[in-house]
């Protein structure tokens, strides 16, 4: 099957946020206790942080890692997360019926990310709490010293300011299961007031008010609307957040849902325009993707854990075991958001370590990439640059959720240095090959740097921990460059990233 391609060196959709390739640690589960913090552990570091998940992370090169909720942060108290240890309150989760000990804090999160090369992008509690709670918390962390909060932080330990620029003013505010849920209305005005104050105390802060939890909810697209009529001059960001399943086993429909996040986009793209024009301002709202990923393999799992009722510490809580079949979906996720990166600045992959993960530890045991850890990577460490328009002819299918649906998902990236253009390419054919050719235009000189190539014969195949290299990328051969064109064999089933030097 062949698919024709077309790519101009001048034809570009945006330049890409590098901060699309964030992440996201929650108080859940054990994203924090048992991955990323494990005093005993043999990896453990002289802050009790793993040094073989911090080898990991940072080899995903994420810019920013979104703290600490969530669910959670709604009925978070910041207050209990600093001082001494030993004299932080065991409170009760009640996102995820849990209880937390608070041994990690703001503090220690911060200097967790600069071990791990990634920056705080921390998140205030607007649900239980508001506006005071929150420029406290900013001053607890931005002021340099000599009032009450930047004192308190430096009699714990940090004479340094966090210097944190980016926030988000609650969670979900949207989802009636988030505490302190309210309309939209209420959020917009709280959301207004709380920004106004944190810029009150530094202007150069980039903001993100609460969109819509999915693009299923009865409130969507109205909510995005009118929290923006609250807010628009205040923010700098409206978030969304989309999970992907496929409880019915049906390949072709599951992969055909990122055309469902193109839609999500596009709409919440016009809603703020519409907003824009109805204010008559000169500022774009950008989109920050804060919460994506695979969830559903650990939902029966969760289901029982969270029915026994006996408020655990650092359960095995969403901790779903990625297959195969995931790495296709991940890689058109993230293909989505290249080719939409006019819109959408920053993205967080949701979550980091063993919470819908593309990193799961074994606790004092060992620390493994999931299958899902490698679009991802390619992704953060070739997808800076430009994004470029493609025009693509090739064969489709019709699905439950979309009809004519390539079988071809490609994105094309041209680097900041101007030295090489890659493709992210997703084949979704269950039993062909796809030819592919490219017209190269304006790249005359361009030669095949490396193929990678990610496939296997068992969808459901997975990695763990005495397996770790089932599903892995590995180097091919099949691109060449001939008379101004790319051409290559993609596997079915298969995702693809072909680098070239130009």
Not at 72 to 85: K, Q, T
Not at 167 to 181: A, Y
Request: proline share 4%; hydrophobic share 35%.
């Amino acid at each position: 099957m062949k698919t024709n391609v077309v790519v101009h060196r001048d034809f570009r959709i945006a330049t890409i946020d590098s901060r699309l390739y964030s992440s996201f640690l929650e108080h859940l589960g054990r994203a924090i206790y048992g991955g990323i913090y494990e005093p005993g552990h043999p990896t453990a570091d002289e802050d009790g942080f793993r040094r073989d998940v911090l080898d990991l992370v940072r080899e995903l090169d994420t810019p920013y890692c979104r703290y600490p909720g969530g669910n959670f942060v709604s009925a978070y108290n910041w207050e209990d997360g600093v001082g001494p240890r030993e004299e932080r309150p065991v409170r009760l989760d009640l996102a995820w019926r849990t209880r937390e000990a608070n041994q990690i804090g703001v503090n220690e999160f911060v200097d967790w990310c600069k071990k791990a090369n990634t920056k705080p992008m921390l998140a205030v509690n607007l649900g239980s709490r508001g506006l005071d709670a929150a420029r406290n918390f900013l001053e607890y962390c931005n002021h340099p010293g000599g009032t009450y909060w930047s004192d308190l932080r430096r009699k714990h330990g940090w004479s340094n300011p966090h210097d944190v620029k980016l926030w988000c003013l609650g969670n979900e505010m949207d989802g009636p299961w988030q505490v302190g849920h309210k309309s939209a209305y209420e959020y917009g005005r709280l959301a207004d007031e709380t920004a106004k104050a944190m810029r009150g105390f530094d202007k150069s802060l980039e903001l993100v008010v609460c969109g819509s939890s999915n693009s299923d909810m009865k409130t969507y697209p109205e909510w995005e609307a009118q929290v923006l009529e609250q807010c628009y001059d205040s923010a700098d960001h409206i978030s969304l957040h989309m999970y992907f399943a496929n409880r019915e086993k049906n390949t072709l429909n599951y992969l055909a849902r990122a055309t469902k996040l193109d839609r999500y986009i596009t709409t919440i793209g016009g809603v703020i325009d519409y907003i824009k024009a109805k204010k008559r301002s000169k500022k774009t709202i950008g989109i920050s993707f804060d919460e994506w990923n695979v969830w559903y393999h650990s939902n029966q799992q969760d289901k029982e854990i969270l029915a026994r009722d006996e408020w655990p510490d650092a359960p095995h809580l969403l901790e779903d075991i990625y297959n195969f079949e995931d790495v296709l979906q991940v890689g058109g996720i993230l293909n989505t958001f290249i080719r939409r990166s006019d819109r959408v600045r920053i993205a967080c992959i949701a979550q980091l370590v063993n919470v819908i993960a593309p990193i799961m530890t074994e606790d004092g045991g060992a620390a493994w990439r999931q299958t899902i850890y490698y679009p991802f990577y390619y992704a953060s460490r070739f997808g800076r640059g430009t994004a470029l328009q493609l025009v693509v002819d090739g064969p489709t299918y019709d699905s439950d959720e979309e009809n004519d649906v390539p079988y071809l998902d490609v994105s094309a990236v041209y680097s900041e240095d101007g030295r090489t253009l890659t493709f992210f390419a997703v084949n979704r054919h269950p039993s062909a090959a796809l030819d592919l050719d490219v017209r190269l235009e304006g790249f005359g000189n361009a030669r095949v740097i490396e193929q990678v190539e990610m496939t296997h014969g068992e969808l459901e195949a997975v990695n763990t921990a005495a397996r770790p290299k089932t599903v892995v990328p590995v180097n091919v051969e099949s691109g060449k460059i001939e008379d101004g064109r790319l051409r290559a064999a993609l596997k079915p089933f298969s995702y693809n990233v072909i680098r070239l030097s130009v």
